[in-house]
Structures are given as structure tokens and as C-alpha cells.
């Protein structure tokens, strides 16, 4: 009896906040994910916000620089990372500018990676390069939530205190992962083929060669590839990194020799891991450019935080810092006489970001993609 009036109470709850305050809905994850460790039916309604860590990676200073800023808040903290192609001035030129920005210099949240990232395009070392990004965040910044890898190729949508907002109403372990197992004809061209990957074991940056013999697939555990654009957990990576069974460590070594390893490294290692698989949202969380040119509005309005597949000077890129992520604010400089950098200020666009996480939280949409 007292269960079932339990039960009712909660029901009338929830329902209250779906039509009052569709946020809150965000709440109910907790459950869904793990409901034996989630007893309180009263969420906190102003809860903490997250500090988010970002790795920003690319060959480009300038374009490294004009991420950077379009991306920065005081909370968050940030590792950039050279691409073995990048210059010795443009390092230069981007250090400099790093050790004299106000910002970055009273925050200290913005780290650049002693050594380029030496990897072969397609090739297992750059699943290696992020491992050694994570790694490194995880030894020099303390208390972030999620893990965020961008490129120069990608922009945000929508300003930081929006994204933080939203965040801070999610469970920590979540994992926005695009994945799927469906492999189709990508199993002869991806799964059973060898490759090498000279980036091992040679300094100059080259492309992979193939192995003429094939392998059959694994039947110890189950192949997912996906987007290699995606925002994972701190519990998550700390399990990659110093993982409590060898999963992690197994599926490396096979992915040493597998082509576009980073689009299936990760998404193996948290689907076929049980502790894991039940904390995947299946988005990356990405606006895709295609080939034929997306409108603006259409891009806006998506919900998600980032886009990706911007070129090099593209006009787009300065509409949406005058429109999207407030123009002149862009320098940050209003966060130098913000006391409280904790505090954070979302606009109406994190109800764009609100939505979509709703549509992807609907019953045929959470449970029914994860790992699938």
C-alpha cells in the first residue's frame, strides 16, 4: 500500500514538472540509467553547473586561435594539441598569444600539448594522440564532467553559459556517442582488413599501407563504429585510461592494425562494456555540413551545441559569431569583472539544445539505440 502510494506521489511529480518545466525532465535520466542508486524523488533545482574539458586539435594556429576564443569560459579548460604539420611559428604565435591573454593568464585553464600529435590520417595513432590528450587532462585539470574533442573543422552554435545550462540538469556519466553495430559492407572494408600504421614507430607523418591477409571477425566482442566527434564521461575515459579490467587494454591492442580506428575504438570499448553501456546517448551532438550547403536557419535551429565541417574562412563562421554567440562578448572580457565565474548567464538558445535532448530522450530514442 505504502509502495503504491510511493509510486502515485512520484507519478503526480513528475508529471507537474513535464508541463511546467520541460527541463526538468532531464531529471528522470538518473533513473533510467541506474534507477537501484537514484532513491531521492527531489532533484536539486539549481544544481552545480559542469566544467567541461575540450580538446582542440588541428594543424591551423589561426584557425586553432578563432576556435579557442569562440569556445573559452572560465569554467571549462582547455588542451590544445598541434598536428605534426603545424609550424614552428605558428606554435610560436599561438603560445604567445596565450601567455598574454588576460583571460587565459588569470584562469589558467588552457594547456598546449608539449609535442605534435605525430599520426597518420585513418591510421590507429590518432586514437592514441586522444588517449594521450585525455591522460593529460586528467593529470592537470581537476573536477571536469565530460570530455569534448574538436577541431578545427568544427564551431559552436550557441555560447557556453547556454551549453553549461543544460549540462548541469544531466547525469555526469552520460555519454553522447553516435554508434551503431550495423556494419553492412564496411565489414570487408574495415573490420577484416591489417593495416600498419608507420606513425608507430616513424617521426615523419605518412599514410597507412595494408596487409595482403585478412582477419575474421571477433567473437570475444562485439564491433561499433560511429562518429569519432563525441562527448564522453570523466568516468568513462578514467576506465580507458586506468581501467579496473582489461577491456580497455585488450581492444587496444586489436585496434592497433584497424583502419578509422578512432570511429570504433571508443564506441566498442563502451558497448560491449556492462558497467558502460547503458550511459550512451546515441548523437554525437554535432550539426553535420554536407556537401550541398545547409541554410543558416536550418543550422540554428538544430538543437546541437557544434557544427561540424566549416572550411577555412568560412563567411558563415562570422554570422554565427554575431548572431549565435553574441558578437562582442566574444573576447570574453566581460568575465574579467565577473566575480563569480561559476555563475553562468544562458539566452533563450539553450531551449534549441533543451529540445533536442527531450527528442532524444524519448522512449524510441534512449533505450532502443543504445548499443544497438
Not at 505504502?2 to 509510486?7: K, P, Q, V
Not at 562527448?231 to 580507458?240: D, G, I, N, P, Y
Not at 565577473?338 to 533536442?356: A, H, V
Request: aromatic share 12%; hydrophobic share 40%.
Amino acid at each position: 500500500m505504502l509502495a503504491r502510494h510511493s509510486r502515485s506521489t512520484h507519478k503526480r511529480f513528475v508529471f507537474f514538472f513535464l508541463f511546467t518545466f520541460p527541463l526538468l525532465t532531464l531529471f528522470l535520466l538518473p533513473f533510467a540509467i541506474n534507477p537501484a542508486q537514484n532513491s531521492n524523488p527531489n532533484p536539486d533545482t539549481n544544481p552545480r553547473p559542469p566544467r567541461l574539458a575540450y580538446l582542440i586539435s588541428g594543424g591551423d594556429a589561426r584557425r586553432l586561435r578563432r576556435l579557442l576564443r569562440a569556445l573559452y569560459h572560465p569554467l571549462n579548460f582547455y588542451l590544445v594539441q598541434f598536428g605534426a604539420d603545424t609550424s614552428a611559428n605558428e606554435r610560436v604565435d599561438l603560445e604567445g598569444f596565450l601567455r598574454t591573454d588576460k583571460l587565459v593568464r588569470r584562469y589558467r585553464n588552457v594547456r598546449v600539448v608539449e609535442r605534435e600529435c605525430h599520426a597518420s590520417e585513418s591510421g590507429p595513432t590518432e586514437v592514441a594522440c586522444l588517449l594521450h590528450a585525455v591522460a593529460i587532462l586528467l593529470r592537470k585539470f581537476q573536477g571536469w564532467s565530460w570530455f569534448l574533442n574538436l577541431d578545427i573543422s568544427d564551431y559552436p552554435l550557441m555560447p557556453q553559459d547556454d551549453i553549461l545550462h543544460i549540462f548541469s540538469y544531466l547525469p555526469r556519466e552520460l555519454n553522447f556517442i553516435d554508434h551503431t553495430s550495423n556494419i553492412g559492407s564496411k565489414e570487408h572494408e574495415r573490420v577484416k582488413p591489417i593495416i600498419v600504421d608507420p606513425a608507430l614507430y616513424i617521426s615523419n607523418k605518412s599514410g597507412v599501407f595494408w596487409v595482403t591477409e585478412k582477419r575474421s571477425l571477433p567473437s570475444s566482442f562485439k564491433i561499433f563504429v560511429g562518429s569519432p566527434r563525441m562527448v564522453l564521461s570523466r568516468t568513462f575515459l578514467e576506465f580507458c585510461i586506468r581501467g579496473w579490467d582489461n577491456l580497455p587494454r585488450t581492444l587496444l591492442l586489436y585496434y592497433s592494425n584497424f583502419i578509422h580506428s578512432k570511429e570504433s575504438y571508443f564506441h566498442t570499448v563502451i558497448c560491449n562494456s556492462n558497467h558502460f553501456q547503458n550511459t550512451t546517448i546515441n548523437h554525437d551532438l554535432r550539426f553535420m555540413l554536407g556537401i550541398r550547403p545547409e541554410s543558416f536557419d536550418a543550422m540554428a535551429e538544430n538543437g546541437a551545441p557544434f557544427a561540424h565541417g566549416f572550411n577555412k574562412e568560412d563567411p558563415e563562421l562570422d554570422r554565427i559569431d554575431n548572431e549565435l554567440l553574441g558578437g562582442s562578448e566574444l573576447d570574453g572580457q566581460s568575465y574579467l569583472g565577473f566575480g563569480l565565474p561559476g555563475l553562468i548567464r544562458p539566452t533563450s538558445r539553450s531551449r534549441k539544445m533543451e529540445r533536442l535532448l527531450l527528442r532524444l530522450l524519448e522512449p524510441e530514442n534512449f533505450r532502443t539505440k543504445q548499443c544497438k
